[in-house]
Every structure is written in structure tokens, then in C-alpha cells.
């Protein structure tokens, strides 16, 4: 059984790291998302550049939002604005956690 590590944490996303896979999980509004640590650091490099305007489309309900792609073409991530910087605050938080944990434990 994996022993986890939350490198971040608010009330809609927890961003936790397990040390013996090398996975990174992050923990949104009913969506698990798994990373290798490798694959984590290159999601937040390709993803990190987005400006939400640049993406902006319409909910069905008229809400902005933008729709991030995943690997399965049938399945995307809808964020509004404010989702949208929760989340890579939360991921900045955890890469710059997963760096102090990294400096301690090695």
C-alpha cells in the first residue's frame, strides 16, 4: 500500500505524491489524475504557458471556461477562470513541496 505525501492541498484539489511508485495524484472535483514524477514536471511545463483567454469557450449554461485536453479524446478538463488559477497555484505549490522533499529525503 502506498504511503502518500500531500505536497498541496484547498477544498477542491488535493496534489499528493507517493515515493515508492513515483507517481504523483491529483485529486479534482470527482477526477484522479496519476503522473510519473517526470510526466508531472512536463504536464506543468506544457500547460503552465496556457492563457485562459487565449482557450475561453462556452459552457452550455454561458459560463467561460476552458477545456484542456487529456490522452482520451472523449474526456477533457473544463475549468473556469478561477478554477483555472486555483489549480496551477496548487501545482506550483506542490513542484516547489516535491523540491523540498526531494532536498531532505536525499
Given at each position: 500500500m502506498c504511503k502518500t505525501t500531500?505536497?498541496?492541498q484547498n477544498e477542491n484539489?488535493?496534489?499528493a505524491q507517493c515515493k515508492n511508485c513515483s507517481v504523483i495524484n491529483i485529486w479534482?472535483?470527482?477526477v484522479l489524475m496519476n503522473f510519473s514524477?517526470?510526466?508531472f514536471d512536463a504536464f506543468?511545463?506544457?500547460t503552465k504557458k496556457l492563457a485562459f483567454d487565449d482557450f475561453l469557450e462556452r459552457a452550455p449554461d454561458g459560463r467561460e471556461v476552458v477545456i484542456l485536453s487529456t490522452p482520451f479524446p472523449d474526456?477533457?478538463?473544463v475549468f473556469?477562470?478561477?478554477e483555472w488559477h486555483e489549480f496551477f497555484v496548487k501545482i506550483e505549490e506542490?513542484?516547489?513541496m516535491k523540491r523540498v522533499y526531494e532536498l531532505v529525503h536525499y
Open positions: 500531500v505536497l498541496a484539489i488535493t496534489i479534482r472535483a470527482g514524477f517526470d510526466q506543468y511545463v506544457a474526456i477533457g478538463l473556469t477562470r478561477s506542490a513542484l516547489y
